[in-house]
């Protein structure tokens, strides 16, 4: 099983609103990630758990919270989101740390209203 | 800090030809990895290849082939006798072992009838 899967395909929220992202991975891989991709951009990365271990993005904004409850699955709170954030979001894996290839989930659709 | 660049943005090319994909990397560790991705119509990241930076064979699988250039800082991929389904964006990738991962900006590759 090569598949990651991300829940919901599509969210619109407004921006009071708190939600969760949610991603699972059955590989036994023991990095996973989340990105974000704007229209016609590249992926950029967010947060990566490494071994359950976090390695922060000091650039992605606070209203976005990781959590990685056990080493299969990947959540992404959302709370207080602007209009901005409204992207696709994107969950990936990977054996073991950034060195490894990543295999990526459809991802989220969000808009933020 | 690490960096990709992808110059060109976008490719056209009839079906049967052979088009190549530019990507120039920067980075100051002697340790890194490179990767190449499709993204198709659909929206779903495909990994294709990785390539760490001691091995600078070439590869080839089926239509695809890398060349790995040190001196340049280059990792060109090309695809021979193009199809209609190689028409995706493609990212050249750089990571690490600090789980530093970036994506160059992209190829819009369109492979005409």
């Known amino acids: 099983d090569t598949e990651v899967t991300q829940t919901p395909k599509h969210l619109v929220m407004g921006m009071t609103n708190k939600k969760s992202l949610k991603c699972e991975q059955h590989?036994?891989?023991?990095?996973m990630y989340w990105y974000k991709q704007k229209a016609k951009k590249p992926p950029e990365l967010m947060f990566v758990?490494?071994?359950?271990?976090?390695?922060i993005n000091e650039s992605v904004p606070s209203r976005f919270s990781p959590e990685c409850p056990n080493s299969s699955l990947l959540n992404l709170h959302l709370h207080a989101l602007q209009p901005e954030d409204s992207a696709l979001y994107l969950c990936?894996?990977?054996?073991?740390?950034?060195?490894?290839?990543?295999?990526f989930g459809p991802g989220t659709r969000l808009t933020v209203t | 800090a690490q960096k990709v660049t992808q110059a060109q943005t976008e490719i056209s090319v009839v079906e049967k030809e052979d088009v190549t994909l530019d990507c120039v990397y920067e980075?100051?560790?002697?340790?890194?990895?490179l990767f190449w991705y499709k993204q198709p119509p659909s929206g779903e990241l495909v990994f294709l290849i990785r390539?760490?930076?001691?091995?600078?064979q070439n590869e080839i699988s089926g239509r695809y082939s890398w060349n790995f250039q040190k001196s340049t800082s280059s990792f060109n991929f090309t695809i021979t006798a193009s199809q209609v389904v190689d028409s995706a964006v493609y990212f050249c990738?750089?990571?690490?072992?600090?789980?530093?991962?970036?994506f160059g900006p992209g190829t819009r590759l369109s492979v005409l009838p």
């Open positions: 990738a750089l990571g690490d072992y600090g789980q530093n991962f970036v």
């Open positions: 980075t100051r560790d002697t340790t890194y990895y």
């Open positions: 990936a894996s990977s054996p073991r740390d950034t060195t490894y290839e990543q295999y």
């Open positions: 590989m036994g891989h023991r990095a």
């Open positions: 758990y490494s071994y359950e271990k976090l390695s």
């Open positions: 390539r760490n930076s001691f091995d600078e």
